[in-house]
């Protein structure tokens, strides 16, 4: 079994835009801006947005930071969207999901401009992924095939198993591996006798959020493995049946262990496999950069 390191990959990523933002910058003056819109204090959400803004603001990247309040209107939201909309300053933005449940996340989401949408969740940009019809996909998706291109892992032929549904990956990714040319099921909380249909699978890519729900019984051997879930856990047994032996020594440490959608136990099996922490979730953030600027230079060739 190979590990395939997002540490690595999400590094050369980084390295690349931080060189191409300084010659942009050296030649005209200008660098490429992003707004994150956070509303609320998920914790989650806030420490994954300190993140971006961190490392955007380390690239050369005019990062800031908009934080609403939860007692934010839907109306004065969408009001600072349609402001970032019009700003030539900035050529991304981010609205952080989940919102609060009180807000209507689609009604948000189609007020961001299509060429500003850096996370790509605008329907119409989520509908040129589907036609395979863009250059700038959306990031955790985009960040899962990079991993793969960097690997030399060709899914051309492959049955693809992809479990779990929603828009920000499960979806997405199902189309995108669909136009490399892979046979694609798309699983869900739904889907009968799931075990057997990933067992078929030459790449399985977990995206639901339950630690450890793949076992390794539900994979053949051979398969890729490809973990999107992040989980925190803070019971020692959870974590010692869950939790690599390095997480298990955080936990010792910190309290508290990471550990993805896949079982550790299943990763024995797999010819490569993405670790959790260290794989996917790293390019998530790179490859939010890489689209932001991707979108400022698409910006200034319209000037």
């Keep these: 079994m190979i590990e395939l390191d997002g540490k690595v990959v999400s590094q050369k990523i980084r390295e690349e835009i931080k060189e ?22 998920d914790p989650a959400s806030k ?27 839907q109306e004065k939201l969408i009001a600072a969207i349609r402001e970032l909309n019009e700003d030539e300053n900035v050529d991304g933005v981010l609205v952080q999901t989940p919102l609060p449940k009180k807000f209507n996340t689609w009604q948000v989401l189609d007020t961001l401009n299509p060429g500003k949408d850096v996370d790509r969740f605008h329907p119409v940009n989520l509908g ?25 892992i ?17 979806k997405p990714i199902a189309s995108m591996l669909t136009n490399r040319h892979a046979t694609v099921t798309l699983c869900h909380s739904q889907t009968r006798n799931l075990p057997a249909v990933v067992k078929r699978a030459d790449l399985v890519i977990a995206a639901i959020g339950r ?15 490809v ?10 047994a959870t974590v010692s049946k869950y939790c690599t032996e390095s997480q298990q020594k955080k936990f010792a440490k910190k309290g508290y262990g990471i550990c993805g959608d896949i079982h550790k136990d299943a990763y024995e099996k797999s010819a490569y496999y993405t670790p959790v922490p260290g794989g996917v979730g790293l390019m998530t953030v ?18």
Excluded: W
């Excluded at 630690?211 to 493995?225: C, E, H, N, R, Y």
């Design 154 to 170: 060709d899914v051309t032929g492959m049955a693809a198993v992809v479990i779990g549904r929603s828009f920000i990956v499960g």
């Design 211 to 225: 630690p450890g729900f793949i076992t390794a019984d539900m994979v053949k051997q051979g398969a890729i493995l």
């Design 20 to 41: 191409e933002i300084e010659h942009i910058k050296e030649k005209t003056g200008k660098v490429p801006g992003l707004t994150v819109i956070i509303v609320g204090e």
């Design 227 to 236: 973990d999107v879930g992040i989980n925190r856990l803070d019971k020692a």
């Design 47 to 73: 420490i994954y947005v300190r993140s971006k803004d961190k490392m955007a603001n380390a690239l050369g990247v005019n990062s800031r930071v908009l934080q609403f309040d939860e007692t934010v209107s």
């Design 128 to 152: 040129m992924v589907l036609l395979n019809r863009t250059e700038i996909f959306p990031c955790t998706p985009a960040g899962i095939l990079k991993i793969l291109d960097f690997y030399d």
């Design 286 to 303: 790179a490859m939010l950069l890489h689209n932001t600027l991707q979108l400022f230079k698409a910006g200034r060739k319209k000037e």
